[in-house]
């Protein structure tokens, strides 16, 4: 049992560590898609986090469900803010990409 907290800490650094490998692959991306269809292939590359995001999420519920482990408040809770935050990062995007200045955001 006392590896469980070590997991927990590689995990962290893992998702670090592939939170810059993405972040950098976007900005490469980005230098490399003309400024006319930037918006479109964000929105396109969105989308298919949201899809992955939301299978994800029915996954884990559905396995949560299962295992009992949704009938503590707390755990629910805790995924709710999960699930509210991603929802909120989504809805940030799209407000920040609908408003583009008019020269890029044209398809």
């Given at each position: 049992?006392?590896?469980?907290?070590?997991?927990?800490?590689?995990?962290?650094?893992?998702?670090?560590l592939?939170?810059?490998?993405?972040?950098?692959?976007?900005?490469?991306?980005?230098?490399?898609?003309?400024?006319?269809?930037?918006?479109?292939?964000?929105?396109?590359?969105?989308?298919?986090?949201?899809d992955?995001?939301?299978?994800?999420?029915?996954?884990?519920?559905?396995?949560?469900?299962?295992?009992?482990?949704l009938?503590?408040?707390?755990?629910?809770?805790?995924?709710?803010?999960?699930?509210?935050?991603?929802?909120?990062?989504?809805?940030?995007?799209?407000?920040?990409?609908?408003?583009?200045?008019?020269?890029?955001?044209?398809?």
């Amino acid at each position: 049992m006392e590896d469980q907290p070590n997991r927990h800490v590689d995990l962290l650094a893992s998702l670090a560590l592939d939170y810059q490998r993405k972040y950098l692959e976007l900005e490469q991306f980005i230098q490399n898609v003309p400024m006319d269809k930037l918006p479109l292939q964000l929105k396109a590359l969105a989308e298919s986090t949201t899809d992955r995001f939301r299978s994800a999420q029915l996954l884990l519920a559905r396995q949560m469900s299962t295992d009992g482990a949704l009938q503590s408040e707390e755990t629910l809770q805790m995924l709710s803010v999960i699930f509210r935050c991603f929802d909120e990062m989504r809805i940030v995007f799209q407000i920040l990409l609908e408003h583009l200045p008019p020269k890029v955001n044209q398809p």
